[in-house]
Nanobody, 127 residues
Framework: VQLQASGGGLAQPGGSLRLSCAAS???????VGWFRQAPGKEREGVAC????????YYAASVKGRSTISRDDAKNTINLQMINLESEDTAVYYC??????????????????????WGEGTQVTVSS
């Protein structure tokens, strides 16, 4: 499975962006999520959603400002972000891990267990 992220770009503080991740195959049995890496910082988890879509988990830094969703009919994962802050500037990566388990913080702590990574998409929040 190949993942292709899109939707990044330049946004103003307080603005919004919608990131999408298109998969070349089915993600029915995969939990999926988004990570980001800012310059000089380690990669961190942003949001994730279980294979069933029944559970979602968000990093504290984006909780309340982000919504992750999945459309298994189209093999896509979306991340809607509002009230963008300069600290959201980073390269965003989508990721998939084969599991039927509910998601929580463990997903963000499992980068070595990720089965598929997408290429990143740059998000820059600046006025």
């Amino acid at each position: 499975v190949q993942l292709q992220a899109s939707g990044g770009g330049l946004a103003q503080p307080g603005g919004s962006l919608r990131l999408s991740c298109a998969a070349s195959g089915s993600l029915d049995y995969y939990a999926v999520g988004w990570f980001r890496q800012a310059p000089g910082k380690e990669r961190e988890g942003v949001a994730c959603i279980s294979s069933s879509g029944g559970t979602q988990y968000y990093a504290a830094s984006v909780k309340g400002r982000s919504t992750i969703s999945r459309d298994d009919a189209k093999n896509t994962i979306n991340l809607q972000m509002i009230n963008l802050e300069s600290e959201d500037t980073a390269v965003y990566y989508c990721a998939a891990l084969r599991t039927g388990a509910p998601v929580s913080g463990w997903f963000f702590n499992s980068p070595v267990g990720i089965d598929y990574w997408g290429e990143g998409t740059q998000v820059t929040v600046s006025s």
